[in-house]
């Protein structure tokens, strides 16, 4: 650019700005895709969701992901099992191996390091109190085992007489009535109820299928590109486990942290036992850690 353009263009302020904030966004690791349900000061959160039918070219409509997050001397290890895709995972083995040697103390490490379910979903959000602007749009929700248990209920009703639903359909679905409350610190999902019947929004479908066009491939969650190797995860885990991690490595896994519960979580002074890895200790702060205490013991190595 030479120095007449240069003053021709004017102030880069904005422009620069701009920029910044899209760092900013990227360093934070936000995905706007993402809807997130919100509690009030007390307590209490309600939404109403619709889920959406499988995107062009999935099978499913949803994409189940196993992840681990835990704490040890060396900081944090929250990465995507391998166990997702079949492969063998390095914090898997190693629980087996402490389950299997007979000693509570080694089935307590254990059970802090399981496994936990996720799930990804598209839905459309029909009310959201807390977020307005929501509404009236499609994003992905990632939602725990509680929820999904839910959506299997309806689809294989328990009792004679009710009617299998399929959540997911546009004319054949149900809304979604997300109620959330703290129980013992933790996000409840015991009272969220789907309602009856009903075509998503009374929309024709014109508007069905613009919205059909716009969802997310969720294939993406259980592709190649969003599992790190074993020997990357082997190495990761020895740093946890072990101590020794680099300033910058635990930066990054603060970040990491920060992102996945939406709070960044103090850092305790090691001690021994902390060899077992701690949990996140502020999960209660973020509908994304699926209430983590209470999922050990219905979740799997």
């Not at 997300?178 to 999902?189: D, H, P, Q, S, T």
């Amino acid at each position: 650019m030479s120095f007449a353009a240069l003053k021709k263009q004017g102030s880069l302020l904005e422009k620069l700005n701009s920029e910044i904030n899209k760092t900013e966004v990227t360093s934070g690791f936000i995905d706007d895709r993402l809807w997130k349900p919100q509690m009030g000061k007390d307590g209490i959160g309600s939404a109403i969701i619709r889920f959406l039918p499988p995107a062009k070219g999935n099978e499913l409509p949803w994409a189940k992901v196993w992840s681990h997050a835990f704490q040890g001397p060396g900081g944090w290890y929250i990465e995507n099992s391998l166990t997702t895709i079949g492969g063998n995972d390095p914090v898997g083995e190693l629980n087996r191996t402490l389950w299997n040697s007979g000693l509570d103390s080694d089935k307590e490490i254990a059970r802090k390091q399981k496994r936990k379910l996720s799930y990804y979903s598209n839905i459309y959000v029909i009310k959201d109190p807390a977020n307005p602007a929501n509404e009236g749009k499609t994003f992905l929700y990632k939602y725990g085992k509680k929820i999904h248990d839910k959506i299997i209920a309806v689809m294989q009703p328990e009792f004679e007489g009710e009617d299998p639903i399929n959540p997911f359909d546009f004319w054949q679905g149900a809304d979604f009535n997300l109620r959330i409350k703290k129980v013992a610190g933790f996000w409840n999902y015991d009272s969220s109820v789907f309602g009856r019947p009903s075509t998503l929004a009374s929309f024709d479908d014109a508007k069905l299928e613009e919205i059909y066009n716009g969802l997310w491939d969720l294939n993406e969650f259980t592709g190649a590109s969003n599992f790190k190797t074993y020997a990357e995860l082997k190495k990761r885990l020895d740093t946890v486990l072990k101590g020794g991690g680099s300033r910058i490595d635990e930066e990054e896994l603060e970040n990491e942290v920060a992102a996945k519960f939406d709070s960044r979580p103090p850092a305790p002074a090691p001690t021994p036992s902390a060899t077992a890895a701690g949990t996140p200790s502020s999960v209660n702060t973020d509908e994304d850690a699926f209430s983590y205490f209470d999922q050990l013991a219905n979740e799997q190595f």
